[in-house]
């Protein structure tokens, strides 16, 4: 079993609609997690942070994350052009892996007019 | 300029040679990261150091090796004993636990 497993894609969705990413973890024991958006070609950019269950906003984006089920998503409303992209999901492992930060392999996201 | 600086940006290595990427950052943070990227692929983490004179394996170290002497510098060696080396490396760097990775623009490497 992967660590951290994501949905390869690619994931299409129309332009205003909204997209659905989602990331499971193994460790039971993580406590952050991490949503990248990365352009091909390019460094991986954070777009959102989670600690605690729940939903965490910010403008279009809203992380969820649910530690019993050990997933995290991140939802994209209003989806624009721009927003086509891979999604990377990165989990912090706890106690002595601390600094041990591993990515899912990402969800390609294409945004359609 | 404040960040995480990689070089070259593109890298070429014949067979049989070892390489040396560059990865030098003045966040002044302890903890530093490197990822290869396959295409289509996600970020695999190679190795990590919390601390200079300190550095752990990742999940795929074997024909890599590292070393950090200065907490601003981790340079990665790709070794003959890596026999699929193309691919994207990232360099990367944390302040502390649960915060963000700020990355370097990355490293291409391609074998001859």
């Known amino acids: 079993q992967k660590e951290v497993e994501q949905n390869s894609g690619p994931l299409s969705v129309p332009e205003g609609a909204i997209a659905s990413l989602n990331c499971t973890y193994s460790d039971r024991g993580s406590q952050s997690f991490f949503w990248y958006r990365q352009y091909s070609g390019k460094s991986p950019e954070l777009i959102m942070s989670?600690?605690?269950?729940g939903d965490k906003e910010d403008g279009r984006f809203t992380a969820q994350l649910n530690k019993a089920s050990q997933y995290v998503s991140l939802l994209i409303r209003d989806s624009q052009p721009s927003d086509s992209a891979t999604y990377l999901c990165?989990?912090?492992?706890?106690?002595?892996?601390?600094?041990?930060?591993?990515f899912g392999s990402g969800t390609r996201l294409s945004i359609r007019p | 300029d404040g960040g995480i600086t990689q070089s070259p940006k593109y890298l070429f290595r014949k067979e049989g040679q070892n390489v040396t990427l560059s990865c030098e950052q003045n966040?002044?943070?302890?903890?530093m990261y490197w990822y290869r990227q396959d295409p289509g692929q996600g970020l695999r983490l190679i190795y990590y150091?919390?601390?200079?004179?300190?550095?752990q394996k990742g999940d795929i170290a074997e024909g890599y090796s590292v070393s950090r002497e200065k907490k601003e510098s981790f340079p990665l060696t790709v070794t003959s004993a890596q026999k699929n080396p193309t691919a994207f490396y990232l360099c990367?760097?944390?302040?502390?636990?649960?915060?963000?990775?700020?990355f370097g623009s990355g490293t291409q490497l391609s074998v001859l």
């Open positions: 990165a989990v912090v492992g706890l106690g002595s892996s601390a600094s041990k930060i591993i």
């Open positions: 990367a760097a944390k302040g502390g636990t649960g915060e963000k990775l700020f």
């Open positions: 989670i600690y605690s269950n």
């Open positions: 966040l002044n943070h302890d903890a």
């Open positions: 150091s919390q601390i200079v004179n300190d550095f």
